[in-house]
C-alpha cells in the first residue's frame, strides 16, 4: 500500500515570498490532516478535511495561509507571504474516519521549509 | 476538548534499564490513544495504539502502554532500553471531539529519550 506522499521535500524561501506544499493521502482516506512542526516542538494541527469539506481550521492563520482539497482527493496548503516564523516542517497526514470515530493517521515525510 | 501533556520534555536513560515516557490525557469522549516516535530527520512512525480494546498495549520493538482511565493516562514502557531507541516520542489523542463526522487528533509537546551507553 503506498503511503501519504509529500512534495517538495525541502524548501528554502526568502520571507515575504509565497510557497505551496502538496500532499497525496492514501486512496480511500476521507480524512486528511495538515500539521505544523516547529522545531523541537510537537506537531499543531493547522486544518482538518472531511473529503473535501474544512471541519476544523480553527488554528490556521488565515491571514497568510490557505488550503483546499478539491475533489476531496490531493490537498494544497499555501503560504503568502512568508515569515521567518513559518520556518518549521509541514506534515500531511490521511486516516480512514468516516464518522466511525477512531482510527490510525498516517504520516508522509513532511516538508522543511526554511524562511530566510 | 481533548488535550494530551507529556510530563517529561527529556529522559535519559542508560542503556539495558527500563525507559517511563509519562502521559496524561483529557478527553470529552472515549479516544482512542497513541504513541509515534520520531527519529532525528525521519517521519513519524507509530510505535502502538489503544482503541477501546485491551488496556495494555503491546507495540514494536519491545514498547508496550497501558491505558488506565481513571488515572487519565497512557505511559510507555519497555523493559531494556537500546542505543536505536534514542529518538522523540509523542503521545497522542484522537476522538470524534466537536465534529462527529472525523476524529481530531491532537499531539503532546514530545519527550526526548536519550540512551547513555
Known amino acids: 500500500e503506498a503511503g501519504v506522499a509529500q512534495s517538495p521535500r525541502y524548501k528554502i524561501i526568502e520571507k515575504r515570498q509565497s510557497v505551496a506544499f502538496w500532499c497525496n493521502p492514501i486512496s480511500g482516506h476521507a480524512t486528511l490532516y495538515w500539521y505544523q512542526q516547529i522545531l523541537g516542538q510537537g506537531p499543531k494541527l493547522l486544518i482538518q478535511?472531511?473529503?473535501?469539506?474544512?471541519?476544523?481550521d480553527s488554528q490556521l492563520p488565515k491571514d497568510r495561509f490557505s488550503a483546499e482539497r478539491l475533489k476531496g482527493v490531493d490537498s494544497t496548503l499555501k503560504i503568502q507571504p512568508a515569515k521567518l516564523e513559518d520556518s518549521a516542517v509541514y506534515l500531511c497526514?490521511?486516516?480512514?474516519?468516516?464518522?466511525?470515530?477512531?482510527?490510525?493517521?498516517?504520516f508522509g515525510q513532511g516538508t522543511r521549509l526554511t524562511v530566510v | 476538548a481533548q488535550s494530551v501533556t507529556q510530563l517529561d520534555s527529556h529522559v535519559s536513560v542508560s542503556e539495558g534499564t527500563p525507559v517511563l515516557l509519562r502521559c496524561n490525557y483529557s478527553s470529552s469522549y472515549s479516544p482512542s490513544l497513541f504513541w509515534y516516535v520520531q527519529h532525528p530527520n525521519k517521519g513519524l512512525q507509530l510505535l502502538l495504539k489503544?482503541?477501546?480494546?485491551?488496556?495494555l498495549v503491546k507495540g514494536i520493538n519491545g514498547f508496550e502502554a497501558e491505558f488506565k482511565k481513571s488515572e487519565t493516562s497512557f505511559h510507555l514502557t519497555k523493559p531494556s532500553a537500546h542505543m536505536s531507541d534514542a529518538a522523540e516520542y509523542f503521545c497522542?489523542?484522537?476522538?470524534?471531539?466537536?465534529?462527529?463526522?472525523?476524529?481530531?487528533?491532537?499531539f503532546g509537546s514530545g519527550t526526548r529519550l536519550s540512551i547513555r551507553p
Open positions: 478535511f472531511q473529503n473535501n469539506g474544512v471541519v476544523d
Open positions: 497526514a490521511s486516516s480512514l474516519a468516516r464518522g466511525l470515530g477512531n482510527t490510525e493517521a498516517f
Open positions: 497522542v489523542v484522537s476522538d470524534l471531539g466537536r465534529y462527529s463526522s472525523a476524529s481530531k487528533i491532537i
Open positions: 489503544y482503541t477501546s480494546a485491551a488496556t
